[in-house]
């Protein structure tokens, strides 16, 4: 399927004259064809008024309806074959294997959605029935359920450009809200965005849905995403991006006359704790485990373990030796843009000429122009208190290790982290009360606590938290990996003494939704 370069206004593909941009291949940094159409301030507005017109119908269908809307992007998706997996390889610099994998769990969240829609827990039904001869005043009868907010921008991410981009997470939990979706696609990959935009609008005609539940908009700079976020029409925003992005758009969305709320996925270190138990036990394993999970995919994961923490010893020493020699054998990778690249070197120069941090091992040299290379610092427990700014993300495969003189010490720093997406524990039995001492404070740090393993490589299930307190994400009551994601698009609505005809569905007495009636669960 050639690219064209057109922009997908309410499903329509539209071509626009004038200045438009070009694809950089990540590895060379040489532009690729073809040229890309840049929105007007036009295609917002019929963008946005599609949407608006769509939110009514869309939202309305039944959810076995959206079920098969959902199915449908999957199969088209799947359907685009090898080229889009070539594309977005062309324009990421990930390898083939990583986006093959991408590309089926990206299809895999869309039925995942489809799924959550046929049962209906979702809408967390509630029905508490009339008391009409209750004294002194009779109850009402109640009934509640959550309704999708209205259409939503989605900014595609860099660094997944398939599972958190066009058809990705925040757009496959809002289309199974029931909100229509206008993705600003990102620059780093736009024919990987059209590819993914045509399969969504194939979907969106065979399976009858209106035209304004989808455009894709593209933009050079952030005009349009600024458009998009100011307009009144849109009532939420999912991001993942830089912590300056993010923030910058959670501003815009606040400052509204009517503010909406911004789902912003920004920076994480995802500290990783090395008890001593399991420091005795396994150390040099933990050495390798570690640079592994830290040059995955060039570092650039927000789930990457940026920060170590760890009690001074010779199994330190050892688990410093195994990770040195693995990082020293690290091929350096290409990395997503040219500019992330920039990014991640004048972070590693940032960290080389801090006096507090001891530069310990680096990765190969850099094969090319955009290769990023791994790098390993270290420094004292006591520096990262007098200093913690140290921690701030470097995007990229560099890591810092916190090496504390106690376990005071240690409970000290974790005191001065900012929100995290995760935080690990390497344990062994004998580290259970230590590791029972810790946990309040890191649930209080990290959406997600994991044991015994590394925070690279989020499952998409049920159970699943991909969020955390600022500014790991801008609203850490919300997940955008897993089920739970839907919620961040739906609000409550309370149905009072409404006859049943004009009950929906769901809460008719006839619904086989799971539902809480009268206190009682019947799911
Ligand atoms: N923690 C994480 O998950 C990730 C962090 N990053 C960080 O972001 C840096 C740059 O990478 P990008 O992916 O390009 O992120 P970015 O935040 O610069 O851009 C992401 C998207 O948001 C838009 N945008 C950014 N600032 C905006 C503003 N003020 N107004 C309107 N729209 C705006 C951009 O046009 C783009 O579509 C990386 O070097 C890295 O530090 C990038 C990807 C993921
Ligand atoms: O580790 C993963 O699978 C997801 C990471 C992520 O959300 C990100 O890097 O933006």
Same mark, same amino acid.
């Given at each position: 399927?050639?690219?064209?370069?057109?922009?997908?206004?309410?499903?329509?593909?539209?071509?626009?004259?004038?200045?438009?941009?070009?694809?950089?291949?990540?590895?060379?940094?040489?532009?690729?064809?073809?040229?890309?159409?840049?929105?007007?301030?036009?295609?917002?507005?019929?963008?946005?008024?599609?949407?608006?017109?769509?939110?009514?119908?869309?939202?309305? !269908?039944?959810?076995?309806? =959206? &079920?098969?809307?959902?199915? +449908? #992007?999957? $199969?088209?998706?799947? /359907?685009?074959?090898?080229? @889009?997996?070539?594309?977005?390889?062309?324009?990421?610099?990930?390898?083939?294997?990583?986006?093959?994998?991408?590309?089926?769990?990206?299809?895999?969240?869309?039925?995942?959605?489809?799924?959550?829609?046929? !049962?209906?827990?979702?809408? =967390? &039904?509630?029905?508490?029935? +009339? #008391?009409? $001869?209750?004294?002194? /005043?009779?109850?009402?009868? @109640?009934?509640?359920?959550?309704?999708?907010?209205?259409?939503?921008?989605?900014?595609?991410?860099?660094?997944?450009?398939?599972?958190?981009?066009?058809?990705?997470?925040?757009?496959?939990?809002?289309?199974?809200?029931?909100?229509?979706?206008?993705?600003?696609?990102?620059? +780093?990959?736009?024919?990987?965005?059209?590819?993914?935009?045509?399969?969504?609008?194939?979907?969106?005609?065979?399976?009858?849905?209106?035209?304004?539940?989808?455009?894709?908009?593209?933009?050079?700079?952030?005009?349009?995403?600024?458009?998009?976020?100011?307009?009144?029409?849109?009532?939420?925003?999912?991001?993942?991006?830089?912590?300056?992005?993010?923030?910058?758009?959670?501003?815009?969305?606040?400052?509204?006359?009517?503010?909406?709320?911004?789902?912003?996925?920004?920076?994480?270190?995802?500290?990783?704790?090395?008890?001593?138990?399991?420091?005795?036990?396994?150390?040099?394993?933990?050495?390798?485990?570690?640079?592994?999970?830290?040059?995955?995919?060039?570092?650039?994961?927000?789930?990457?373990?940026?920060?170590?923490?760890?009690?001074?010893?010779?199994?330190?020493?050892?688990?410093?030796?195994?990770?040195?020699?693995?990082?020293?054998?690290?091929?350096?990778?290409?990395?997503?843009?040219?500019?992330?690249?920039?990014?991640?070197?004048?972070?590693?120069?940032?960290?080389?000429?801090?006096?507090?941090?001891?530069?310990?091992?680096?990765?190969?040299?850099?094969?090319?122009?955009?290769?990023?290379?791994?790098?390993?610092?270290?420094?004292?427990?006591?520096?990262?208190?007098?200093?913690?700014?140290?921690?701030?993300?470097?995007?990229?495969?560099?890591?810092?290790?916190?090496?504390?003189?106690?376990?005071?010490?240690?409970?000290?720093?974790?005191?001065?982290?900012?929100?995290?997406?995760?935080?690990?524990?390497?344990?062994?039995?004998?580290?259970?009360?230590?590791?029972?001492?810790?946990?309040?404070?890191?649930?209080?740090?990290?959406?997600?606590?994991?044991?015994?393993?590394?925070?690279?490589?989020?499952?998409?299930?049920?159970?699943?938290?991909?969020?955390?307190?600022?500014?790991?994400?801008?609203?850490?009551?919300?997940?955008?990996?897993?089920?739970?994601?839907?919620?961040?698009?739906?609000?409550?609505?309370?149905?009072?003494?409404?006859?049943?005809?004009?009950?929906?569905?769901?809460?008719?007495?006839?619904?086989?939704?799971?539902?809480?009636?009268?206190?009682?669960?019947?799911?």
């Amino acid at each position: 399927m050639a690219l064209t370069g057109e922009l997908f206004v309410a499903s329509k593909r539209v071509s626009r004259d004038g200045p438009g941009f070009k694809a950089v291949a990540a590895a060379t940094g040489t532009e690729i064809e073809p040229s890309f159409s840049i929105a007007t301030t036009e295609d917002v507005e019929t963008a946005a008024a599609a949407a608006e017109a769509a939110f009514p119908i869309y939202s309305g !269908l039944p959810r076995e309806d =959206r &079920a098969k809307f959902l199915e +449908a #992007i999957a $199969d088209e998706i799947e /359907a685009l074959g090898d080229e @889009l997996v070539e594309r977005a390889m062309q324009e990421s610099g990930l390898p083939q294997a990583r986006l093959t994998g991408e590309r089926g769990r990206t299809a895999g969240q869309l039925r995942l959605f489809a799924k959550e829609l046929r !049962l209906g827990e979702y809408l =967390r &039904a509630r029905i508490d029935h +009339a #008391i009409p $001869d209750r004294a002194p /005043a009779p109850k009402p009868d @109640l009934r509640l359920r959550h309704v999708p907010l209205g259409p939503v921008t989605v900014f595609g991410a860099s660094n997944f450009p398939l599972a958190f981009s066009v058809a990705g997470g925040d757009t496959a939990s809002a289309l199974a809200a029931g909100c229509p979706v206008i993705v600003k696609g990102h620059s +780093a990959h736009p024919g990987t965005s059209e590819l993914v935009a045509g399969a969504i609008t194939r979907a969106a005609e065979k399976t009858g849905m209106p035209a304004g539940v989808f455009s894709l908009i593209n933009g050079a700079g952030n005009t349009v995403g600024q458009a998009l976020v100011t307009d009144p029409r849109i009532k939420a925003v999912g991001f993942t991006g830089s912590r300056g992005g993010g923030t910058a758009l959670m501003k815009l969305a606040q400052n509204r006359p009517i503010p909406i709320p911004v789902y912003a996925e920004m920076s994480s270190i995802n500290p990783v704790f090395l008890l001593p138990g399991a420091l005795a036990a396994r150390a040099e394993a933990l050495g390798k485990g570690y640079i592994a999970s830290l040059t995955m995919g060039a570092g650039q994961f927000c789930t990457n373990p940026g920060l170590v923490l760890a009690l001074e010893g010779p199994d330190l020493d050892t688990f410093v030796t195994s990770a040195s020699d693995a990082m020293c054998g690290a091929p350096s990778q290409v990395m997503l843009t040219p500019g992330i690249h920039k990014a991640y070197e004048s972070g590693v120069a940032r960290w080389a000429s801090a006096p507090a941090l001891k530069l310990v091992a680096k990765g190969q040299e850099a094969s090319g122009p955009t290769s990023g290379r791994g790098a390993l610092f270290t420094m004292t427990g006591a520096d990262f208190i007098a200093d913690p700014s140290h921690a701030e993300e470097v995007f990229g495969a560099a890591s810092l290790l916190v090496r504390c003189a106690d376990i005071a010490e240690l409970q000290k720093v974790v005191t001065l982290l900012e929100g995290q997406l995760t935080a690990t524990l390497h344990l062994a039995e004998s580290d259970t009360e230590l590791a029972r001492q810790l946990l309040p404070s890191l649930e209080r740090l990290a959406g997600r606590i994991l044991a015994n393993g590394w925070p690279t490589g989020v499952e998409v299930t049920d159970a699943q938290v991909h969020g955390g307190p600022f500014p790991s994400t801008s609203d850490g009551r919300s997940t955008s990996v897993g089920t739970l994601a839907i919620d961040r698009f739906l609000r409550p609505v309370a149905y009072q003494d409404l006859p049943e005809a004009l009950l929906p569905a769901e809460l008719r007495e006839d619904s086989s939704v799971p539902r809480r009636i009268d206190g009682k669960p019947t799911l």
